[in-house]
Every structure is written in structure tokens, then in C-alpha cells.
């Protein structure tokens, strides 16, 4: 495998001191001590102890002697020379250059102080332990390796080596852990999986696809028909499935391999060394299964969705026809009632007084109108879903059958609902789903009215026998013979069925009790059905199998999204509880996530403390209420409110705008493919792109692929503007290799650490703020192509569907972290995911965010988790102060602190607390799948109440700080606007088709949108750079530049970035002779 993977900045910085050491390093690292001393005095002369002296201090510090001492920086020679008393060091240093003590006083340390060479026996092997076990639980980056190596050797006292001798043994230790990985994988596949898995990568004659290709690609439409074909791709995947060996593989090995088995072409894989070919279709079918029944729940959330909605829709849509119906009724009704509550009339008069004023036939003709059109408080649009009966029946039945569902204890009683309906349902099924606004639709008592049609008309058609039964349930009679009941009797004698009507003949029969015959009426028109006479028992009931379907399915919805039922296996549904810490490995968590979330195993302490504090918070702005001029109290309806006046613009003095303007004219016009790529220089962020499986695979100029892939996806114009078939670094095939290979989510938050920690070292940025406060907030873009990753929102798509892509900003104006969802997901459920999953140096303790993610738990897990949220409070009026104890005295505010905190919840539950705290903290569980757990039911969990509590104290003490502090008020705005400004910037970027994400699915939309966020980080580091040098610049000048002003610069500004590319006028001399440009061949796209 290819060796040469360091970068130019390892390869400068190996064995070599910095450029730049500051003086607390060097009086740290540097120092003497007494036996150091001793020993140094013992040599002769001032230059034998210097040169001893720095050769010690130099392979202390950088694992190495180096032959040339004049290399060693100023400050460090002569803070070593002040130690031993030297007064002429680079005298000293000249005369030991040239003598031969240097070679002897490198030996005599080795010796003295036990350091070794790489090359002695068990180095190489100690090195090489350390080595296996990173690659193999993930840190496979070689460069990481190397550097992890270089570390480990100088703590341990081996010499470096030289620079290729490390390389190629960091090399072969991952090339070696690779092949022991595929080995593992493949070692106990018979002859019959090897051969399935090989038919994957066959392409039938008549085929232009292999089964691979077909496989990999998930479903794009909402349908009952693509939710069952998204099942037929689970039991595709069933069929091909490989049990993984028993010992343990670290997932993330498998989730690398089964990438490129997702991205890579198919001659690609087909190239592989068999061993590798086979581990990566093993890794495939591994987790292929996962992502298709993750994609199937999808489909399914989505049709029952839009299922649930249109049947709403239709239903408010029957109102608004009928409303002219209702109120004509409602209006006879009224009349009726008015002459019946007329005290003027007797009882006797009141019948025949409202028969003649009113009308019999008008009155019955009303009560039934009115009875029909009326709709019950918690309507579930029964009546509109019963229409869509057959596109259920055409995915339920495969639903059933491929997915197997599981189910926490408050799940079970769905679960038993499902299996019923996957059962012969021959006997009573479960009824404890069933709530109040679907019994009435599911449950029937059996009740019936005969109605005897009089024997001198002719018989009624069937169509006026229905309209007749939906009025007035019951049987209809024509000369003592049935010619119609509901389904629900027990008195059938006789049923004639009409032609129409005969394919349902079945489902009659089921209905009726004691079916004796069946037989063809003359004229073989009518079929008629023959039953013995059987009493009714009205006390049973009946249960309507449609309607309890959709109930099932209403259940279903809201139990996927709790995550009450999940399956397995499976990424986005699975159980997130099962992840927790337990058991003894709890026990072994618990006292260091208690040290270092500065929590205690006795909650006393906390909730003593956190009561203290909202004690004292709500004295402090008792006391200084009445001179808040923000604050006042308003009588509203005979209630006491608050009323919190609205921060004003702050003005922008002349020496703003003279500086905003001032900058802006110095900051240099440049390209924006210029721009990425001078970051890209500055700060050697390309190292964080690692080919997919070969880490260290590198080409010539690689760079400018890499910076074209990224602007192709963050521009949105794709990469067609950016191919020159004249430049190898911008072929087609090489950006499409660099898109696949190297662009994914791992590589893209590897690659916005370096640019976050780019940011962080500018003084302009630590004057904006150190990163201790970052906001949260939505970018919405509209999915126009059709696709399950993409949700509706009439507010922000109107007809269409849509992505919200939320992330993370800190004060120092860097993304942090972002993740995408479909739609409009409320925000608390991801907000905690996106601050803890966040890997770059900044840690943010103070998360701010726009109303949306507000909730009683997030605030009680971001004060648990040693963080602050603090939400920007648009309505403070109608927001709830809560309160510990209820005799404390808050002055004027104790209108507000009406509602009781019930701390006696927190103690019984601590324990699951530090335990949801811990799991959440090490990364055992994902925060946005835990948040989703704290409901059961409908229900908030105990667990739910005792945090809910925690952060009502939380919120309460930030909603009386947001009162009582102007300034904090004005910092949350501040940083949220900074958001909206990243935003503003980003629709300037994300220019092409509209500014519409055309990417079907979900990894291809985060792998674009986080192309997006780097993109704009670049564009923030570029101009911050350059901000600050002409901030320098011009306080050279004599130019007035105040602190004040300069923390209100934006670095969003683009308005000297030239993002549209530049057009050619240049024609090919062929066809300025006349000639036609040459036409494409079928192998150029």
C-alpha cells in the first residue's frame, strides 16, 4: 500500500523544535532540576556543559538528538545557558560543534537517563500493541497513527526514528489490522453466502444494473405502493443476510466498509483482492437490513402522515360545504325549542303548536340533518379515512408480515393489536388502544329498527335502501321479506344481494350467524342468502375491523415517534434505551461522571443548592423591580401580567460606520474557488479528507479536487462548471472519485475542527468572544425532487416538502455542528444532539436559541449537564414562575410565582438520572432518540417529571435574569442575529437551482449541507483574517478604532466575493474558420 501519507506540515515539524515557543513552555519544559545540575557540572568547560545541557533538554522535549545545535530556538538556549551560568552561548555552541563530545554525550545520556533506539528489541512490538488496538477500535487516520506514535515514543523514552522507518511501520500496522478485519469477517462464510454475495455484483445480459445497484437504491416517493416495495427491499436484504462472528468488530469498521459498498462503483468493488471484495459485501448485507427497514418506517411515517392529514383536510373541507345545511338546521331547531320553552303554552298545545308553526316534516328533516352533520369534540375523520380502506389493505398486510416489531411495557398493548390484525382474528381483539374518540367508531352495540316498507309500493333500489339505512339503522322489510340489514343483526331470515354487491358476499357471510344456504335467484341477477332465525343479544357489540385498523395505525404513529415500539435491526428506530450504562458497568461510571458533571450520588446536596439559588434569584429581582424600567404590571381580565418592553435598535455611532466602512474598502476582491483554496493552504484542512478505505491514498493535486467537490455541493450548481477535461485535477472522473471517496459526514466535522481552531487563534475572533456562548438555529431549504427525506411545512415550503438544516454558532462566528432533518422537527428534540455531538476545541456552556426549543426537560438536562440554555422569551406575559417554598415573600412578584415546584420528585430518580446523564455524556446514546423516551403513553415518564422539575428551577431563574438584566437581554438578540446573518450568507452561497436541495437522500443531503457549512466557515476565517489586518492597518493610520465597535463587525460580509464564476468570450480557432465544434461521443456525459 502507498506509504507516503504525511503532510508537509508532519514532514517539517518531525524532530524539530517549533517556530514559536512561548516563555511559560520553555520555563516548564526547559527547567534543571538538582541531579541535572550535578551531572552537567561535572563536564569541562562551559561549552561541554552547554552542549550536554541542550542535547538533554532537546531529546526531552522532541524525542531526538539533532546534529545541528544551531537549530535549537534563541530562547531556549538561553534560558538553559542562564541555568548552568554560560555567558557566551553561541561562542560555547561553535566550539561544540566541532568537537567529538556531541556524539559521546548522546551515548552517555541514552544510557543515564535509559533512552532507547526503535530499533531494540520490543520496541517495535510495545509501539506496535499500541498501534493495533487504535486502529481497531477506529482512529485509523494515518496521520493520526503517526502522530499518536511520535507521542507514545517520547513519553516512553524511544528515540525517533527516522521519519520513512516510522511511516512505513504505522503503514503496515494498519494494512496488517485490515486484513485481520476482512479475515474475521469472511472466516466463517460457506461456499452457498459466498456465492449470494457474489450475485450481487452480477449484471445480466439484459440488465444494465446488478442486484447491488438495485439494492442501494432506497425508496424516493410517498405511496402505499413505494412503502411496499421498501418491504420487499427488507426481505431482499433478509435473504442475503450474513450473522457477523461472535466475538466483537468495532462497528464503526463495519459502517466504513459498508459505505463504500453504498458509493463505489460496481467494477470497483470487482477489482478488490477477493479477501477485501468479500468483507466489504459481508459489512453491506451487514447492515443493509438496518437501513432498509429504517427506510420502510420512513415511507410508512410518511403515507400515515399524509394519510391522517388529508382525511382532516377532507373533513374540514365537508364542513365548510355543509355548513349552509348545519346552520339552516340549527336554525328550524331553534325555532322548535324557543315555542318549547314558551311558558305561555301548555303541554297539551306545545306538539301540535310546533308541528304547525314548524313544520313534522321539516322538523325530522332537520333533526337529521343536524344529526349527520354535527362532528363529535375529538373527531378522528372517520367518515374520510374509511375512503381510504384499499390503499391500506395494499401495504398493511406486507407490514405485518416483514416488520417485526418490539415494544416497551407501555407498547404492549399495541403490539397485541398488531398481532391481531396479523392474525385469522376469529376472536375478540384487544381493546385497551382503543380511546375515547375512536370507540364510537369501532364499537356497535347491536341495536336495530325494523322498518316496513309499505306493501303497495314498489321495492326500493338498493342505492335508496343505503340512503334509507344511513339515516335510520336497522332492517328493511317488503311484504314480511329482508331486503336489506346492517351486517350487525342477528334476525336475518333472508338478505338479496344485488350483482354489484356480489364480490362481498364473503365478508356478509362472516357477518351473519348460522349461514345455512346460499342460492341464485331465476334470473341469476341477485343472489340470495339464506340464514336461521337466531335472537339478538343487545348487550354485545360488534366491532367495525376498518375502523379499528386505522386506530392501529393512529396508535402505531405516535408509538414510532416515542419510541414505545421500535425495531431491530435498525438506526433511527431502534430502542434508545438500550444503550444505557447498567449493571456493573454503571457502578464503575458513576463516581467519575458525578466528578465530572460536579454532581453528587446524594441528590440533598444538588437540590439543596439549586433551591438556594432560585431563592436568592428571586429576591435580587424583587428588590430591584421598581427601577426596572422594562418591567410592568398590567390588569388583564382582573389578572395581575407582566409586561417586558421590548429592547430598541441600538443606534450605530459615526465611529461604527466610519470603521465598518473603513474595513470593508481594505478587504481585498477575491474569487471564492481562490478563497477556499488559500484557506486550504493556511491551515492544511485538506488532511482532514481521508479516502473512504484508504486512509493514506492521496493523488496529485488533490487539493483543487477537493475544493471544486466542495463548491460544486455548496454552490448547488453541481460539478459541471467546475469539469475541465484540459486539467487532471478537474476531470469528471476524478471529482466524481473525490466525491465519493473523501467527502462524508466523518470527514467534513474532522475538516471544520481545523477551520474552528483557525478561527480561535485570530485576535479579532477572541474579541468577538471566547466560544464559551453559541446559538442554535433552523435554515430551511425546499426538496423539490421526490423523495421520504423531506416533510411538508405550508409555512416555509407551502405546497412542497422541505429539510431544516439546524445548527450551531458560536460568539466567535464559526458553525460548530449541524444536522439535517425532514420538515419542520420540533427543535428541543435535536437541540441537546447538536451541542453535545459537536467535536471541535470550543465547548460552549451557554446555548441560546429562538423560542421553538423551549421545554421544561431540555432546560433540566442542559443544567444537569453542566450547561445553560437560555431561550430568547418572546411572551413573558404568559409564561409560568415557578416556586420552591410557599411562604417565601418575592414582593411584587409574587403574582407571577404562582406555580409549585414539587422537588420530593428528584430524589427517587436520581440514580436513572446520573445514569441518562452518563450515557448521554460518553456518547452511549443519541440525545435526540432519548429525548423522544420521555413520554409513554402520552405520558411524561417519572423520569421525565423529576427532570421537568430540575428545569422548571432552571427556567424560572432565566426568565427572572432575562427581567432583570437588560444586558443579558441584549446578548441573546445579539447572538441570535448573528445566526440569522450566517443564514443571509449561506442563501448567497447556495445560489444554484434556486436555492432548492435536489438530493433524494438523507446522506447525500448532510454530505451537501455540510459541504455548505464548511464553505461558510471558510468564507467567516477569510474575511476574519483579513478584517484583522485591516483593523492593524488602520490603527497605524491613526485611524479610530473602538473596542465597542469592533465587537459589532460582522464577518459575514460577501459583497467582495465574486461567487458566480467568471465567464469566457474565447472561441476555438476551428470555429472561428466556420467549423462545428466536434459532437460528443457516447462515452463523454
Known amino acids: 500500500m502507498p506509504v507516503s501519507f504525511l503532510s508537509p506540515v508532519q514532514c517539517d515539524n518531525y524532530a524539530k523544535y517549533p517556530t514559536d515557543l512561548p516563555s511559560d513552555i520553555v520555563d516548564s519544559l526547559f527547567f534543571l532540576d538538582d541531579q541535572d545540575m550535578e551531572w552537567i557540572a561535572s563536564k569541562r568547560g562551559d561549552y561541554s556543559r552547554l552542549g550536554y545541557a541542550l542535547q538533554l533538554t532537546t531529546v526531552r522535549f522532541i524525542g531526538a538528538f539533532i546534529s545541528d545545535l544551531d537549530q535549537i530556538p534563541r530562547v531556549v538556549i538561553e534560558r538553559v545557558a542562564i541555568q548552568i551560568k554560560v555567558n557566551d552561548p553561541e561562542s560555547c555552541i561553535s566550539i561544540y560543534m566541532k568537537s567529538e563530545q556531541r556524539w559521546r554525550h548522546a551515548v552517555e545520556i541514552r544510557a543515564r537517563y535509559g533512552y532507547l533506539e526503535f530499533a531494540e528489541k520490543g520496541c517495535r512490538y510495545r509501539l506496535g500493541r499500541i498501534l493495533c488496538a487504535l486502529c481497531w477500535t477506529g482512529t485509523d487516520r494515518p496521520g493520526v497513527l503517526f502522530d499518536h506514535a511520535v507521542g507514545w515514543l517520547s513519553t516512553n523514552k524511544i528515540l525517533l526514528p527516522g521519519i520513512t522507518v516510522l511511516e512505513r511501520f504505522v503503514a503496515e500496522i494498519r494494512s496488517r489490522m485490515e486484513s485481520r478485519l476482512w479475515r474475521m469477517l469472511i472466516k466463517n462464510l460457506s461456499a452457498s453466502q459466498q456465492e449470494k454475495l457474489n450475485d450481487l455484483l452480477v449484471v445480466e445480459d439484459d440488465e444494465h444494473l446488478s442486484l447491488l445497484d438495485k439494492l442501494r437504491k432506497g425508496p424516493v416517493s410517498i405511496s402505499s405502493t413505494a412503502l411496499v416495495h421498501a418491504l420487499k427491499r427488507v426481505e431482499s436484504a433478509r435473504n442475503i443476510s450474513v450473522e457477523l462472528p461472535l466475538y466483537r468488530i468495532p462497528a464503526c469498521k463495519i459502517a466504513t466498509l459498508a459505505r463504500f459498498a453504498n458509493t463505489a462503483k460496481i467494477t470497483a468493488i470487482n477489482r478488490l483482492p477477493f479477501e477485501r471484495k468479500m468483507a466489504t459485501l459481508v459489512a453491506f448485507a451487514n447492515h443493509f437490513e438496518s437501513d432498509s427497514q429504517d427506510d420502510s418506517l420512513d415511507v410508512l411515517s410518511q403515507v400515515l402522515r399524509d394519510l391522517f392529514s388529508k382525511a382532516k383536510q377532507e373533513n374540514k373541507n365537508t364542513r365548510l360545504r355543509t355548513l349552509k345545511d348545519l346552520d339552516k338546521a340549527a336554525a328550524t331547531l331553534v325555532d322548535a325549542c324557543k315555542l318549547l320553552l314558551n311558558t305561555e303554552l301548555s303541554d297539551n298545545e306545545i306538539r301540535d303548536t310546533i308541528y304547525?308553526?314548524?313544520?313534522?316534516?321539516?322538523?325530522?328533516?332537520?333533526?337529521?340533518?343536524?344529526?349527520?352533520?354535527?362532528?363529535?369534540?375529538?373527531?378522528?375523520?372517520?367518515?374520510?379515512?374509511?375512503?381510504?380502506?384499499?390503499?391500506?389493505?395494499?401495504?398493511?398486510?406486507?407490514?405485518?408480515?416483514?416488520?417485526?416489531?418490539?415494544?416497551?411495557?407501555?407498547?404492549?398493548?399495541?403490539?397485541?393489536?398488531?398481532?391481531?390484525?396479523?392474525?385469522?382474528?376469529?376472536?375478540?381483539?384487544?381493546?385497551?388502544?382503543?380511546?375515547?374518540?375512536?370507540?364510537?367508531?369501532?364499537?356497535?352495540?347491536?341495536?336495530?329498527?325494523?322498518?316496513?316498507?309499505?306493501?303497495?309500493?314498489?321495492?326500493?333500489?338498493?342505492?335508496?335502501?343505503?340512503?334509507?339505512?344511513?339515516?335510520?339503522?336497522?332492517?328493511?322489510?317488503?311484504?314480511?321479506?329482508?331486503?336489506?340489514?346492517?351486517?350487525?343483526?342477528?334476525?336475518?331470515?333472508?338478505?338479496?344481494?344485488?350483482?354489484?354487491?356480489?364480490?362481498?358476499?364473503?365478508?356478509?357471510?362472516?357477518?351473519?350467524?348460522?349461514?345455512?344456504?346460499?342460492?341464485?335467484?331465476?334470473?341469476?341477477?341477485?343472489?340470495?342468502?339464506?340464514?336461521?332465525?337466531?335472537?339478538?343479544?343487545?348487550?354485545?357489540?360488534?366491532?367495525?375491523?376498518?375502523?379499528?385498523?386505522?386506530?392501529?395505525?393512529?396508535?402505531?404513529?405516535?408509538?414510532?415517534?416515542?419510541?414505545?415500539?421500535?425495531?431491530?435491526?435498525?438506526?433511527?428506530?431502534?430502542?434508545?434505551?438500550?444503550?444505557?450504562?447498567?449493571?456493573?458497568?454503571?457502578?464503575?461510571?458513576?463516581?467519575?461522571?458525578?466528578?465530572?458533571?460536579?454532581?453528587?450520588?446524594?441528590?440533598?446536596?444538588?437540590?439543596?443548592?439549586?433551591?438556594?439559588?432560585?431563592?436568592?434569584?428571586?429576591?435580587?429581582?424583587?428588590?430591584?423591580?421598581?427601577?426596572?424600567?422594562?418591567?410592568?404590571?398590567?390588569?388583564?381580565?382582573?389578572?395581575?401580567?407582566?409586561?417586558?418592553?421590548?429592547?430598541?435598535?441600538?443606534?450605530?455611532?459615526?465611529?461604527?460606520?466610519?470603521?465598518?466602512?473603513?474595513?470593508?474598502?481594505?478587504?481585498?476582491?477575491?474569487?471564492?474557488?481562490?478563497?477556499?483554496?488559500?484557506?486550504?493552504?493556511?491551515?492544511?484542512?485538506?488532511?482532514?479528507?481521508?479516502?473512504?478505505?484508504?486512509?493514506?491514498?492521496?493523488?496529485?493535486?488533490?487539493?483543487?479536487?477537493?475544493?471544486?467537490?466542495?463548491?460544486?455541493?455548496?454552490?448547488?450548481?453541481?460539478?459541471?462548471?467546475?469539469?475541465?477535461?484540459?486539467?487532471?485535477?478537474?476531470?469528471?472522473?476524478?471529482?466524481?472519485?473525490?466525491?465519493?471517496?473523501?467527502?462524508?459526514?466523518?470527514?467534513?466535522?474532522?475538516?471544520?475542527?481545523?477551520?474552528?481552531?483557525?478561527?480561535?487563534?485570530?485576535?479579532?475572533?477572541?474579541?468577538?468572544?471566547?466560544?464559551?456562548?453559541?446559538?442554535?438555529?433552523?435554515?430551511?431549504?425546499?426538496?423539490?425532487?421526490?423523495?421520504?427525506?423531506?416533510?411538508?411545512?405550508?409555512?416555509?415550503?407551502?405546497?412542497?416538502?422541505?429539510?431544516?438544516?439546524?445548527?450551531?454558532?458560536?460568539?466567535?462566528?464559526?458553525?460548530?455542528?449541524?444536522?439535517?432533518?425532514?420538515?419542520?422537527?420540533?427543535?428541543?428534540?435535536?437541540?441537546?444532539?447538536?451541542?453535545?455531538?459537536?467535536?471541535?476545541?470550543?465547548?460552549?456552556?451557554?446555548?441560546?436559541?429562538?423560542?421553538?426549543?423551549?421545554?421544561?426537560?431540555?432546560?433540566?438536562?442542559?443544567?444537569?449537564?453542566?450547561?445553560?440554555?437560555?431561550?430568547?422569551?418572546?411572551?413573558?406575559?404568559?409564561?409560568?414562575?415557578?416556586?420552591?417554598?410557599?411562604?417565601?415573600?418575592?414582593?411584587?412578584?409574587?403574582?407571577?410565582?404562582?406555580?409549585?415546584?414539587?422537588?420530593?420528585?428528584?430524589?427517587?430518580?436520581?440514580?436513572?438520572?446520573?445514569?441518562?446523564?452518563?450515557?448521554?455524556?460518553?456518547?452511549?446514546?443519541?440525545?435526540?432518540?432519548?429525548?423522544?423516551?420521555?413520554?409513554?403513553?402520552?405520558?411524561?415518564?417519572?423520569?421525565?417529571?423529576?427532570?421537568?422539575?430540575?428545569?422548571?428551577?432552571?427556567?424560572?431563574?432565566?426568565?427572572?435574569?432575562?427581567?432583570?438584566?437588560?444586558?443579558?437581554?441584549?446578548?441573546?438578540?445579539?447572538?441570535?442575529?448573528?445566526?440569522?446573518?450566517?443564514?443571509?450568507?449561506?442563501r448567497a452561497v447556495f445560489h444554484g437551482k434556486r436555492g432548492e436541495l435536489h438530493q433524494r437522500y438523507r446522506a447525500g443531503q448532510e454530505d451537501q449541507l455540510g459541504a455548505l457549512g464548511l464553505v461558510l466557515n471558510i468564507i467567516t476565517l477569510w474575511n476574519t483574517i483579513y478584517m484583522d489586518a485591516a483593523i492593524n492597518q488602520l490603527r497605524q493610520e491613526g485611524f479610530l478604532v473602538l473596542d465597542e465597535d469592533v465587537a459589532r463587525l460582522s464577518a459575514y460580509g460577501y459583497g467582495h466575493i465574486n461567487m458566480l464564476g467568471r465567464y469566457s468570450f474565447a472561441m476555438p480557432d476551428e470555429v472561428k474558420r466556420g467549423e462545428l465544434r466536434p459532437l460528443r461521443t457516447a462515452e463523454k456525459p
Not at 454 to 464: K, N, V
Not at 672 to 682: D, G, H, Q
Not at 911 to 921: F, H, N, P, T, V
Request: proline share 6%.
Open 356 to 986: 304547525t308553526t314548524v313544520g313534522h316534516e321539516t322538523l325530522v328533516s332537520a333533526v337529521e340533518n343536524a344529526t349527520a352533520l354535527i362532528r363529535p369534540p375529538s373527531n378522528v375523520f372517520y367518515h374520510e379515512l374509511e375512503q381510504k380502506e384499499k390503499t391500506v389493505q395494499k401495504f398493511l398486510p406486507a407490514l405485518l408480515r416483514v416488520i417485526n416489531f418490539d415494544s416497551n411495557q407501555a407498547g404492549k398493548p399495541l403490539l397485541a393489536s398488531l398481532e391481531w390484525l396479523k392474525g385469522k382474528q376469529t376472536d375478540e381483539p384487544p381493546m385497551e388502544i382503543i380511546g375515547t374518540s375512536w370507540k364510537r367508531n369501532i364499537v356497535i352495540k347491536n341495536e336495530c329498527s325494523v322498518i316496513n316498507w309499505p306493501q303497495d309500493e314498489p321495492r326500493p333500489t338498493y342505492r335508496a335502501i343505503k340512503k334509507l339505512v344511513k339515516t335510520q339503522d336497522g332492517i328493511i322489510l317488503h311484504n314480511d321479506k329482508l331486503l336489506y340489514a346492517d351486517l350487525i343483526n342477528k334476525k336475518i331470515t333472508a338478505i338479496v344481494v344485488p350483482e354489484k354487491k356480489q364480490p362481498h358476499v364473503e365478508k356478509l357471510k362472516k357477518s351473519i350467524l348460522n349461514m345455512e344456504e346460499v342460492q341464485k335467484n331465476a334470473n341469476d341477477k341477485e343472489l340470495v342468502l339464506i340464514a336461521s332465525i337466531t335472537g339478538r343479544d343487545s348487550k354485545k357489540t360488534t366491532i367495525d375491523r376498518t375502523a379499528y385498523t386505522f386506530c392501529v395505525l393512529d396508535k402505531l404513529q405516535s408509538a414510532l415517534k416515542r419510541r414505545d415500539v421500535f425495531i431491530s435491526p435498525s438506526w433511527r428506530y431502534a430502542d434508545p434505551r438500550a444503550n444505557l450504562y447498567s449493571g456493573s458497568e454503571w457502578e464503575a461510571v458513576r463516581p467519575m461522571i458525578c466528578r465530572s458533571l460536579n454532581l453528587t450520588i446524594d441528590p440533598t446536596p444538588i437540590v439543596t443548592s439549586l433551591s438556594d439559588e432560585l431563592h436568592q434569584v428571586y429576591r435580587l429581582v424583587a428588590a430591584n423591580i421598581d427601577n426596572n424600567p422594562a418591567v410592568r404590571f398590567e390588569t388583564v381580565k382582573g389578572n395581575e401580567e407582566l409586561i417586558l418592553t421590548q429592547l430598541d435598535a441600538l443606534d450605530e455611532p459615526p465611529s461604527l460606520k466610519a470603521l465598518r466602512a473603513a474595513v470593508k474598502a481594505k478587504l481585498p476582491r477575491v474569487d471564492l474557488p481562490e478563497m477556499v483554496l488559500e484557506i486550504a493552504t493556511r491551515t492544511g484542512f485538506a488532511d482532514g479528507f481521508t479516502h473512504i478505505n484508504e486512509g493514506s491514498a492521496r493523488v496529485e493535486d488533490l487539493l483543487i479536487s477537493l475544493c471544486a467537490e466542495l463548491l460544486a455541493d455548496a454552490c448547488n450548481t453541481g460539478r459541471e462548471p467546475f469539469v475541465r477535461e484540459d486539467i487532471p485535477a478537474l476531470k469528471r472522473d476524478r471529482l466524481v472519485w473525490v466525491d465519493q471517496n473523501y467527502i462524508r459526514n466523518e470527514t467534513i466535522m474532522a475538516v471544520n475542527a481545523i477551520l474552528v481552531s483557525a478561527q480561535n487563534q485570530i485576535p479579532l475572533a477572541k474579541k468577538w468572544g471566547g466560544g464559551d456562548i453559541a446559538s442554535a438555529d433552523g435554515m430551511r431549504f425546499v426538496v423539490p425532487v421526490r423523495t421520504v427525506h423531506a416533510a411538508p411545512n405550508p409555512k416555509y415550503f407551502k405546497s412542497g416538502r422541505g429539510v431544516t438544516w439546524y445548527n450551531l454558532i458560536s460568539n466567535q462566528r464559526t458553525g460548530l455542528n449541524a444536522v439535517t432533518v425532514p420538515g419542520t422537527l420540533r427543535d428541543s428534540l435535536i437541540l441537546l444532539g447538536v451541542v453535545l455531538e459537536q467535536q471541535t476545541e470550543l465547548q460552549p456552556t451557554r446555548i441560546m436559541t429562538d423560542a421553538g426549543a423551549y421545554s421544561d426537560i431540555v432546560f433540566g438536562l442542559f443544567r444537569l449537564l453542566g450547561l445553560r440554555f437560555s431561550p430568547r422569551l418572546a411572551d413573558m406575559g404568559g409564561a409560568r414562575f415557578w416556586r420552591i417554598d410557599p411562604l417565601a415573600d418575592y414582593g411584587k412578584l409574587n403574582v407571577l410565582a404562582k406555580s409549585r415546584i414539587n422537588i420530593n420528585l428528584v430524589p427517587p430518580e436520581w440514580d436513572d438520572i446520573l445514569r441518562l446523564l452518563a450515557s448521554l455524556k460518553l456518547g452511549r446514546v443519541p440525545a435526540e432518540g432519548i429525548m423522544r423516551t420521555f413520554q409513554v403513553a402520552d405520558k411524561p415518564t417519572r423520569l421525565a417529571k423529576a427532570i421537568a422539575e430540575i428545569g422548571r428551577i432552571d427556567k424560572t431563574i432565566h426568565m427572572l435574569n432575562y427581567l432583570h438584566d437588560e444586558s443579558f437581554r441584549r446578548q441573546t438578540l445579539v447572538q441570535l442575529n448573528l445566526g440569522e446573518g450566517r443564514h443571509s450568507l449561506g
